[in-house]
């Protein structure tokens, strides 16, 4: 079963604007990471805040981490068509070792 | 580092025949995943192994597949008389640690098209 649910599926924006991926899980977790996908290609890893955290910052990524309410936000600053992707967000529960279980995506398109 | 390494890119078989998926991890990385994602879902966990040991198999996984890590080093990842729902893409990744904070390094998967 899938742990985290992102919002919204689908999202198409243009170059330079800002887009922003929310993503909600269900049970406690240690860490929670986001990846990019591009179309029939493996994911890459992104960024991972942990629990403790609130915030963080990577180049024209911010996340951030709600853990009261179960939830994080990706924001892509400065779009470009580069960006084009799907993006996940992946969560590890407390405890043994590193199970991540993965969302089901958001798919970006960032029209040039 | 050469990345995670799968092996074949893409494979069709029949319904009925056996297919095994290969699996290279990044040499220093101790743990390594098998993930299934269809067409518009997110990876779906599968199997893990911390060096050579199974460590945990998802009820996804019938006793038609079967996952081994001989040396702790390349991963098989065998499907016996495939089916149509087979039809995925199989990725996997591995990570180095034993603490809970390593990012997942994933391969560009291995398409299953099941006939």
């Known amino acids: 079963s899938q742990q985290g649910e992102e919002d919204p599926q689908a999202l198409s924006i243009q170059e330079g604007e800002n887009a922003t991926m929310n993503c909600s899980y269900k049970t406690s977790i240690n860490n929670l990471q986001w990846y990019r996908q591009n179309s029939g290609r493996g994911l890459v890893h992104l960024i991972l805040i942990r629990s403790n955290e609130r915030e963080k910052h990577s180049g024209r990524l911010r996340v951030t981490l709600d853990t009261s309410k179960k939830s994080s936000s990706l924001l892509i600053t400065a779009s470009r068509a580069a960006d084009t992707a799907s993006y996940f967000c992946a969560t590890d529960a407390p405890g043994g070792y590193q199970k991540v279980t993965f969302g089901i995506g958001t798919k970006l398109q960032v029209i040039p | 580092d050469t990345g995670v390494s799968q092996d074949p890119r893409h494979k069709i078989t029949k319904r009925g025949q056996n297919v095994t998926f290969r699996c290279d ?63 995925a893409m199989y990725l996997c990744a591995s990570s180095l640690g034993t603490g809970n904070n390593s990012p997942l390094h994933f391969g560009n998967g291995t398409r299953l098209t099941v006939t």
Do not use: C, M, V
């Not at chain 2, 879902?41 to 996984?61: D, I, M, V």
């Not at chain 2, 597949?65 to 991963?75: D, L, M, T």
């Open chain 2, 25 to 87: 991890p990044i040499s220093e990385h101790n743990r390594l995943y098998w993930y299934r994602q269809t067409l518009g879902q997110g990876p779906e966990f599968l199997t893990y192994f911390q060096n050579e040991a199974q460590l945990e198999k998802s009820r996804l996984l019938s006793d038609r597949f079967s996952a081994e890590r001989p040396k702790g080093s390349f991963s098989t990842l065998e499907i016996q008389r495939t089916e149509q729902g087979d039809s």
